[in-house]
T-cell receptor
Framework: DVKVTQSSRYLVKRTGEKVFLECVQD?????MFWYRQDPGLGLRLIYF???????EKGDIPEGYSVSREKKERFSLILESASTNQTSMYLC???????????????FGNGTRLTVT | QKEVEQDPGPLSVPEGAIVSLNCTYS??????FMWYRQYSRKGPELLMY????GNKEDGRFTAQVDKSSKYISLFIRDSQPSDSATYLC??????????FGTGTRLKVLA
C-alpha cells in the first residue's frame, strides 16, 4: 500500500512565524502535491512537484513556498504565517507523469494548522 | 459555474440501504475519475479509480461513469454505520490538475 506520511497532525503557530510542513512518501512516486482543505471551499491546490527540485504553482500559491530536494520528501513552507492560513493541509503523491495510465492521488492524513 | 458539482448533503440513510452518491461535471476533457472517502480529521482515502465509461465494482462499492451525460456515481450496497463519512469525487483531464467536488456527507443510521 502507498503510504504518505505528514510529520505533524496538529500544529499551533503564531502570526509571523515561519512554518514548515513535511511530507514523505514511500512508493517512489514522481509527483507530489500540497492542498489545503477548508469547509465550503473543498480542496485547493497550493503547489505541486513532478520531479526533484521541480515545482509548479497551483491555484493559491501566495504566501507559500515549497522544497523538494529528495524524491520522497516534499515540504511546504509558510514564510510568515497569517490567521487566514489556518486550515487543514493535505499532502498527496501520484505515479509517473509519463505513464499512459495516470495514477490517482494518494493522500496523507493531513496537518491541521492553527495560526493565532 | 463550477467544473464539478456535488451535493453537500448531509444524506442520512438507515443501515443496510443502498446509497447513491453523484457528481456532474462540465469539462468533456476529463478522462480519469476517482472517489475518495474522508473520515473526520483524516485525509481522503481512495475508494475507486476509473478511466472509462461504464461500471467498476469493488466489494460493496460500484463506480459508474457516463461520459455522454457528464455524470458519475458511487453506489454503496448494504451500507454500514462505518460508511458514515464525507465522499469526494475527483477527476482529471490527463494533466497534473485534479478537480474535486466539495464532498457529500453521508450518515448511516444503526
Amino acid at each position: 500500500d502507498v503510504k504518505v506520511t505528514q510529520s505533524s497532525r496538529y500544529l499551533v503557530k503564531r502570526t509571523g512565524e515561519k512554518v514548515f510542513l513535511e511530507c514523505v512518501q514511500d512508493m517512489d512516486h514522481e509527483n507530489m502535491f500540497w492542498y489545503r482543505q477548508d469547509p465550503g471551499l473543498g480542496l485547493r491546490l497550493i503547489y505541486f512537484s513532478y520531479d526533484v527540485k521541480m515545482k509548479e504553482k497551483g491555484d493559491i500559491p501566495e504566501g507559500y513556498s515549497v522544497s523538494r530536494e529528495k524524491k520522497e520528501r516534499f515540504s511546504l513552507i509558510l514564510e510568515s504565517a497569517s490567521t487566514n492560513q489556518t486550515s487543514m493541509y493535505l499532502c498527496a503523491s501520484s505515479w509517473d507523469r509519463r505513464s499512459s495510465y495516470n495514477s490517482p492521488l494518494h493522500f496523507g492524513n493531513g496537518t491541521r494548522l492553527t495560526v493565532t | 459555474q463550477k467544473e464539478v458539482e456535488q451535493d453537500p448533503g448531509p444524506l442520512s440513510v438507515p443501515e443496510g440501504a443502498i446509497v447513491s452518491l453523484n457528481c456532474t461535471y462540465s469539462n468533456s476533457a476529463f478522462q480519469y475519475f476517482m472517489w475518495y472517502r474522508q473520515y473526520s480529521r483524516k485525509g481522503p482515502e481512495l475508494l475507486m479509480y476509473t478511466y472509462s465509461s461504464g461500471n467498476k465494482e469493488d466489494g460493496r462499492f460500484t463506480a459508474q461513469v457516463d461520459k455522454s451525460s457528464k455524470y458519475i456515481s458511487l453506489f454503496i450496497r448494504d451500507s454500514q454505520p462505518s460508511d458514515s463519512a464525507t465522499y469526494l469525487c475527483a477527476m482529471r483531464p490527463g494533466t497534473y490538475k485534479y478537480i474535486f467536488g466539495t464532498g457529500t456527507r453521508l450518515k448511516v443510521l444503526a
